[in-house]
Every structure is written in C-alpha cells, then in structure tokens.
C-alpha cells in the first residue's frame, strides 16, 4: 500500500508522519494524502502501471527546520518519487512546505 511506503521512505526523518491529519504538539511533522490513483499502460485491457500521486505537506515553527527540506527531496527521489512541484506555506505559528510527488509503479 501507498501510505506504508511513504510513511518507510520518510522514517529517516525522525518527526511524526500522519496521513491526512496531524493532532499532536510537536514542532515538526508531516501529513500527506493520495490525490490521484489510476491504472496506466494498458495492454489488451490489461494496465502494466499504476501511477498513484500524493501529496505532503512539511509543517515546522522554526525557520531552521527548512534544513529538513532537502532531506525530503532526497529521501524521495531515493524512492523512485518525481517531484511535480512544491510550494511554501504559512499558517498561525507554523511554517510549511507542500510537495506534489508521482510513482509510476509496476503491477
């Protein structure tokens, strides 16, 4: 499944990692969701792919957390992840950054 990767990719990171929602007080966490599943390359009526995109969003209070940013890239193009874009965000206290990721993955 999906999100079990995500979550196995991002575990380097030693910060809470959440689909959808995040309620705890820590500093730092990561929330992410599927914002599109679909079979792909067909052949015959049969797909030879999935391409699943999700997205995540970085949230943290200190301006030295964006050190994590980089992290994030790499443990994901690690996996095989291709970065479609990535925005910053801000909300009350917390500084964010919202990334847009594709797998193309073989079924």
Not at 60 to 78: N, T, V, Y
Not at 81 to 86: G, M, P
Request: cysteine-free.
């Amino acid at each position: 499944m999906i999100n079990s990767k995500i979550i196995e990719t991002l575990q380097p990171l030693n910060i809470p990692i959440h689909w959808m929602e995040y309620s705890g007080d820590n500093e730092e966490y990561l929330i992410f969701q599927t914002n599109n599943q679909d079979d792909i390359n067909y052949s015959d009526d049969i797909a030879s792919n999935e391409n699943i995109e999700i997205g995540l969003i970085y949230w943290f209070k200190s301006p030295a957390g964006a050190s994590k940013i980089d992290e994030i890239k790499r443990l994901m193009k690690e996996e095989k992840f291709i970065k479609l874009n990535e925005r910053d965000m801000k909300s009350d206290d917390f500084y964010g950054r919202s990334f847009r990721y594709r797998l193309v993955k073989d079924l």
